[in-house]
């Protein structure tokens, strides 16, 4: 899959630059100065022309004092106050930047630093690259092989290297050289006279801070007298320059990072704000956008990203680029009086298609109650029936009971199509109530997931994108918070106003976007995308039985474990300590027990880190760190999985209904969440064993029917390879086959351990794996593992082909297809970041393989759901894994399941690949037997 990328900017840091760097005396027509604003929203034209992102954010400081002057009284006390004339430009700014289509953070208590600091360590967590845009060189401390530094105005990038060249110290050490000299601006105290040199030198020597205060005495000369002085204060300095970076900022971003994708600008109200501080050029071009109703970006790029859109022909016609025409007038109406319900029914009795939504009390679909129903019949015309709102907010509403039991035929009647946005949520909804929704023909969110897999599909940011108009948030109604209101509490005007926008919105969407689509496309939505969102409701509302007693049992055992193993811990350490404390770890590991650390990755206080790499290089010749790792694992296990199942637990149902979510993997992969089963682990005994807790009634099985190789089978296809052809379809053990090819012997004389090269060589290189990756996963070294590699295409030359020619068409077309014509877009593919287009050049070369298993086990998920219908049978789908689909079968039914299962996997490619598609099928009294 693609590498995101998350573009951080420091507003506040923008900003005084900005007002620094503007000699021209700028002003808005009322006199009100505009040379800061002018100077920082062209730097961010800038930053997004030149550096490809996914994801962004501005962030600024927010008013008033922090968590550093509880420390420190006197932190930053000689800052002069703002410059009168830059006031009112700070207080504009952030809400320009936010038309500009920049998503913008202000948080309390805390530094924009520690902001970007706090969302540079997530965007690492999750596999990120970072670019963050600020002159401040405190930031230096969070640059790391995914974190670059870019100064846009002096044009400087700060990398690794980049760091220690500039500042003369490794970017860890950071916060060591900072504290020793001090920050006259920030007021931080430092040692006195210790410029950048001696800094620097003195680290060099010593490596951290605390080193060179242990070494103090050794300093000889007025600067050693200097730094005895500051030794009191020193620790407060270290602490003062330290950027936090575990930030709550579950309030700000409701969806963690992925709030933070890169929006539209706001066309119609930057209009306004550009007349308002004259500024004429830009004024000119967001009216030419509104005018031509274009999606070009102000930053110089078309609304699809300058990185994804290498040749806009080949990817949308011109067509694709235009809005519909808006209605003149909106006729939003609320529906509360009998006379007004009557003639909604006689307008859904003569309708053919509608849009739908619903407002309700709970994002969990399961256990939602109505609050409202809204229904649009066409462009700018909606009602909003309000059902369960407050009484101070809705004085007057209809009975519920009644008008489910009147809207239930039009809702049950397959004739009727329904239009929406992520309609298998209204789905649930409405069973929750016995209502069966039937006639769903369109969704705005799969769409949009078809046509731009790699943007957001949010109804806001398809509205913006798509109608080039904003919405009303749900926020903006309810507040965010500790403060939010309940949708029920919200009055009905405005409510009204809210929903039948929701249901007119997806209607114009789903409609346009629908008609942007190539004839693939279409297919692709109507016959794939659509009838799996009602194969994953089905499964999400059977659910899977869950054993409580099964985990119980499982979490008792892995606290004893536990406890055994920390009693390991202490007496290979010869002392009790916290096997959660990185620093007493450290110190036993590293101090204590001596274990070497050259080599090993150091944290950004200069200590020898102990995460899981390192402890995982220790472990094969060292007894603690393997404990440790035994331990993480276990605990994690014990903690997301054996304690928190049971918790999950639906009372009503006995069981766990996780959510599968649709539009969310660029390669067309499913998620699923609450709980994830795509991560439940399998690599361990006592992994594999949380399996055993999914369960199937008295009477049932589970079966299990998962696709064998599947993605080296379509590497075999698309590369044409003959061997790797000849090797599938003679049924023969391809990693045995690759072990002989690769190792020169006959397949019989393969022994295990070269049939584990050969398999992780396999697996690696559809992957995109290079020497370096290869060489860690096997424990060899680099000129080994090229050797490897260098034998393997040798006898497999049409895989190396298909790699050239996958990366080629990538960085020409800005994106590859899968076989069923998914488009994978790849906006990293032309970076001018090497790692970052390394990055998009693997995933260019897997996307279409992993596409291709997505594409084949949806279809198999809609052919073996459509014969258990049509068949009668009783046996149900209740779960899909990766390649993988999970059936709860009566036991009448399992011969008859377990022969045809294979059958119809086998045939859902409609004879398109060049080797057999294998599903191999196992049956038990739960998920683990049925393995």
Same mark, same amino acid.
């Given at each position: 899959?693609?590498?995101?990328?998350?573009?951080?900017?420091?507003?506040?840091?923008?900003?005084?630059?900005?007002?620094?760097?503007?000699?021209?005396?700028?002003?808005?027509?009322?006199?009100?100065?505009?040379?800061?604003?002018?100077?920082?929203?062209?730097?961010?034209?800038?930053?997004?022309?030149?550096?490809?992102?996914?994801?962004c954010?501005v962030?600024?400081?927010?008013?008033g004092?922090?968590?550093?002057?509880?420390?420190?009284?006197?932190?930053?006390?000689?800052?002069?106050?703002?410059?009168d004339?830059?006031?009112?430009?700070?207080?504009?700014?952030?809400?320009?930047?936010?038309?500009?289509?920049?998503?913008?953070?202000?948080?309390?208590?805390?530094?924009?630093?520690?902001?970007?600091?706090?969302?540079?360590?997530?965007?690492?967590?999750?596999?990120?690259?970072?670019?963050?845009?600020?002159?401040?060189?405190?930031?230096?401390?969070?640059v790391?092989?995914r974190v670059?530094?870019?100064?846009?105005?002096?044009?400087?990038?700060?990398?690794?290297?980049?760091?220690?060249?500039?500042?003369?110290?490794?970017?860890?050490?950071?916060?060591d050289?900072?504290?020793?000299?001090?920050?006259?601006?920030?007021?931080?105290?430092?040692?006195?006279?210790?410029?950048?040199?001696?800094?620097?030198?003195?680290?060099?020597?010593?490596?951290?801070?605390?080193?060179?205060?242990?070494h103090?005495?050794?300093?000889?000369?007025?600067?050693?007298?200097?730094?005895?002085?500051?030794?009191?204060?020193?620790?407060?300095?270290?602490?003062?320059?330290?950027?936090?970076?575990?930030?709550?900022?579950?309030?700000?971003?409701?969806?963690?990072?992925?709030?933070?994708?890169?929006?539209?600008?706001r066309?119609?109200?930057?209009v306004?704000?550009?007349?308002?501080?004259?500024?004429?050029?830009?004024?000119?071009e967001?009216?030419?956008?509104?005018?031509?109703?274009?999606?070009?970006?102000?930053?110089?790029?078309?609304?699809?990203?300058?990185?994804a859109?290498?040749a806009?022909?080949?990817?949308?016609?011109?067509?694709a680029?235009?809005?519909?025409?808006?209605?003149?007038?909106?006729?939003?109406?609320?529906?509360?009086?009998?006379?007004?319900f009557?003639?909604?029914?006689?307008?859904?009795? @003569?309708?053919? %298609? !509608? =849009?739908?939504? *619903? /407002?309700?009390?709970?994002? &969990? +679909?399961?256990? $939602?109650?109505?609050?409202?129903?809204?229904?649009?019949?066409?462009?700018?015309?909606?009602?909003?029936?309000?059902?369960?709102?407050?009484?101070?907010?809705?004085?007057?509403?209809?009975?519920l009971?009644?008008?489910?039991?009147?809207?239930?035929?039009?809702?049950?009647?397959?004739?009727?199509?329904?239009?929406?946005?992520?309609?298998?949520?209204?789905?649930?909804?409405?069973?929750?109530?016995?209502?069966?929704?039937?006639?769903?023909?369109?969704?705005?969110?799969?769409?949009?997931?078809?046509?731009?897999?790699?943007?957001?599909?949010?109804?806001?940011?398809?509205?913006?994108?798509?109608?080039?108009?904003?919405?009303?948030?749900?926020?903006?109604?309810?507040?965010?918070?500790?403060?939010?209101?309940?949708? @029920?509490?919200? %009055? !009905? =005007?405005?409510? *009204? /106003?809210?929903?039948?926008? &929701? +249901?007119?919105? $997806?209607?114009?969407?789903?409609?346009?976007?629908?008609?942007?689509?190539?004839?693939?496309?279409?297919?692709?939505?109507?016959?794939?995308?659509?009838?799996?969102?009602?194969?994953?409701?089905?499964?999400?509302?059977?659910?899977?039985?869950?054993?409580?007693?099964e985990?119980?049992?499982?979490?008792?055992?892995?606290?004893?474990?536990?406890?055994?193993?920390?009693?390991?811990?202490?007496?290979?350490?010869?002392?009790?300590?916290?096997?959660?404390?990185?620093?007493?770890?450290?110190?036993?590991?590293?101090?204590?027990?001596?274990?070497?650390?050259?080599?090993?990755?150091?944290?950004?206080?200069?200590?020898?880190?102990?995460?899981?790499?390192?402890l995982?290089?220790?472990?094969?010749?060292?007894?603690?760190?393997?404990?440790?790792?035994?331990?993480?694992?276990?605990?994690?296990?014990?903690?997301?999985?054996?304690?928190?199942?049971?918790?999950?637990?639906n009372?009503?149902?006995?069981?766990?209904?996780?959510?599968?979510?649709?539009?969310?993997?660029?390669?067309?992969?499913l998620?699923?969440?609450?709980?994830?089963?795509?991560?439940?682990?399998?690599?361990?005994?006592?992994?594999?064993?949380?399996?055993?807790?999914?369960?199937?009634?008295?009477?049932?099985?589970?079966?299990?029917?998962?696709?064998?190789?599947?993605?080296?089978?379509?590497?075999?296809?698309?590369?044409?390879?003959?061997?790797?052809?000849?090797?599938?379809?003679?049924?023969?053990?391809?990693h045995?086959?690759?072990?002989?090819?690769?190792?020169?012997?006959?397949p019989?004389?393969?022994?295990?351990?070269?049939?584990?090269?050969?398999?992780?060589?396999?697996?690696?290189?559809i992957?995109?794996?290079?020497?370096?990756?290869?060489?860690?996963?096997?424990?060899i070294?680099?000129?080994?593992?090229?050797?490897?590699?260098?034998?393997?295409?040798?006898?497999?030359?049409?895989?190396?082909?298909?790699?050239?020619?996958?990366?080629?068409?990538a960085?020409?077309?800005?994106?590859?297809?899968?076989?069923?014509g998914?488009?994978?877009?790849?906006?990293?593919?032309?970076?001018?970041?090497?790692?970052?287009?390394?990055?998009a050049?693997?995933?260019?070369?897997?996307?279409?393989?992993?596409?291709?298993?997505?594409?084949?086990?949806?279809?198999?998920?809609?052919?073996?759901?459509?014969?258990?219908?049509?068949?009668?049978?009783?046996?149900?789908?209740?779960?899909?894994?990766?390649?993988?689909l999970?059936?709860?079968?009566?036991?009448?039914?399992?011969?008859?399941?377990?022969?045809?299962?294979?059958?119809?996997?086998?045939?859902?490619?409609?004879?398109?690949?060049?080797?057999?598609?294998?599903?191999?099928?196992?049956?038990g009294?739960d998920?683990?037997?049925?393995?």
């Open positions: 899959m693609t590498t995101q990328t998350l573009l951080l900017v420091d507003g506040s840091s923008y900003l005084y630059r900005a007002y620094h760097a503007m000699r021209q005396n700028l002003s808005a027509p009322d006199g009100t100065p505009t040379g800061a604003l002018y100077g920082v929203l062209n730097m961010l034209r800038r930053l997004r022309a030149d550096y490809a992102h996914s994801h954010a962030v600024f400081d927010a008013k004092k922090n968590f550093r002057h509880a420390m420190f009284p006197d932190y930053k006390a000689t800052r002069p106050p703002m410059p004339d830059l006031r009112p430009q700070a207080e504009a700014l952030p809400e320009l930047v936010w038309l500009m289509g920049w998503p913008v953070l202000v948080v309390p208590d805390v530094e924009a630093d520690d902001v970007i600091g706090t969302l540079a360590k997530e965007g690492e967590a999750e596999g990120w690259d970072v670019v963050i845009s600020t002159g401040d060189k405190d930031m230096a401390q969070l790391s092989a670059t530094l870019v100064n846009t105005m002096s044009g400087e990038t700060l990398d690794i290297a980049g760091v220690q060249a500039k500042f003369g110290v490794r970017p860890e050490q950071i916060r050289y900072l504290a020793l000299m001090g920050d006259k601006v920030d007021n931080v105290p430092g040692v006195e006279k210790c410029g950048p040199k001696t800094a620097a030198k003195w680290l060099a020597e010593y490596g951290t801070l605390t080193e060179v205060m242990a103090a005495a050794d300093i000889k000369g007025k600067v050693g007298e200097y730094l005895q002085a500051a030794l009191p204060q020193l620790p407060l300095s270290y602490e003062l320059v330290t950027i936090k970076t575990d930030v709550d900022l579950h309030s700000e971003l409701s969806d963690g990072l992925h709030s933070l994708h890169r929006q539209t600008p066309w119609s109200q930057l306004a704000e550009f007349k308002r501080y004259g500024f004429r050029t830009w004024l000119k967001a009216e030419t956008q509104m005018q031509e109703t274009a999606n070009t970006d102000l930053f110089g790029s078309e609304y699809i990203g300058e990185q859109a290498l806009t022909e080949t990817m949308l016609s011109e067509k680029f235009e809005r519909p025409a808006a209605p003149e007038t909106l006729d939003y109406q609320a529906v509360t009086t009998e006379a007004q009557a003639a909604l029914l006689d307008k859904l009795a @003569a309708a053919e %298609a !509608i =849009g739908l939504d *619903t /407002e309700t009390t709970s994002l &969990d +679909a399961m256990t $939602a109650k109505l609050v409202g129903i809204s229904i649009a019949f066409q462009a700018g015309e909606a009602v909003y029936i309000p059902l369960g709102h407050t009484p101070a907010a809705a004085p007057q509403q209809l009975d009971s009644d008008v489910l039991g009147r809207l239930k035929p039009h809702l049950e009647n397959a004739c009727l199509k329904k239009i929406g946005q992520n309609l298998k949520y209204d789905q649930h909804v409405f069973a929750n109530y016995g209502i069966a929704l039937n006639g769903i023909a369109g969704d705005g969110m799969l769409a949009s997931y078809i046509l731009e897999s790699h943007l957001g599909h949010g109804l806001d940011e398809l509205s913006e994108r798509w109608l080039g108009l904003q919405t009303v948030k749900y926020e903006d109604l309810c507040g965010k918070g500790a403060k939010q209101i309940s949708f @029920a509490d919200v %009055a !009905i =005007g405005q409510a *009204t /106003e809210y929903a039948c926008q &929701d +249901a007119d919105f $997806a209607l114009r969407i789903e409609s346009w976007l629908k008609a942007r689509m190539t004839a693939q496309q279409l297919e692709m939505y109507e016959k794939m995308e659509l009838p799996v969102a009602q194969v994953l409701f089905e499964m999400e509302r059977t659910g899977v039985q869950i054993d409580k007693a985990l119980d049992r499982q979490s008792h055992e892995l606290g004893n474990q536990l406890i055994e193993l920390e009693k390991q811990a202490y007496e290979t350490a010869g002392q009790p300590f916290n096997l959660n404390s990185p620093k007493q770890l450290q110190e036993i590991l590293f101090d204590k027990m001596g274990i070497p650390t050259k080599g090993l990755k150091k944290t950004a206080s200069g200590g020898i880190s102990t995460n899981e790499a390192v995982e290089t220790l472990a094969p010749d060292y007894p603690l760190p393997k404990i440790i790792l035994q331990n993480r694992s276990l605990a994690k296990l014990k903690s997301t999985y054996t304690d928190k199942l049971p918790e999950m637990i009372p009503r149902t006995g069981r766990v209904h996780t959510t599968y979510a649709q539009a969310v993997a660029i390669t067309g992969r998620a699923s969440s609450n709980p994830n089963l795509q991560n439940i682990p399998i690599r361990t005994a006592e992994g594999r064993r949380v399996r055993r807790a999914f369960t199937a009634p008295s009477g049932s099985l589970i079966v299990s029917a998962d696709y064998s190789q599947i993605e080296l089978r379509i590497m075999a296809h698309l590369s044409g390879d003959k061997t790797l052809l000849e090797a599938f379809k003679n049924g023969e053990d391809i045995r086959r690759t072990a002989a090819e690769v190792f020169g012997v006959p019989e004389n393969v022994g295990s351990e070269q049939r584990r090269y050969a398999k992780t060589i396999n697996f690696g290189l992957y995109g794996m290079g020497q370096y990756g290869l060489a860690k996963s096997l424990g070294d680099n000129l080994s593992a090229k050797n490897f590699i260098d034998r393997y295409f040798a006898r497999y030359p049409g895989v190396a082909d298909y790699m050239q020619r996958t990366k080629e068409q960085a020409a077309l800005g994106y590859v297809e899968t076989l069923f998914r488009r994978l877009y790849l906006p990293d593919i032309r970076a001018a970041n090497a790692n970052a287009r390394a990055g050049e693997r995933a260019a070369i897997n996307a279409p393989m992993q596409g291709t298993a997505s594409d084949l086990i949806k279809r198999a998920m809609i052919d073996v759901r459509n014969w258990l219908v049509s068949d009668g049978l009783q046996s149900k789908l209740i779960m899909q894994v990766h390649d993988e999970v059936l709860e079968v009566v036991e009448t039914e399992l011969d008859l399941v377990r022969g045809k299962l294979p059958e119809i996997m086998a045939k859902v490619d409609g004879g398109m690949l060049d080797v057999p598609l294998v599903a191999e099928v196992g049956s009294e998920w683990e037997g049925a393995h």
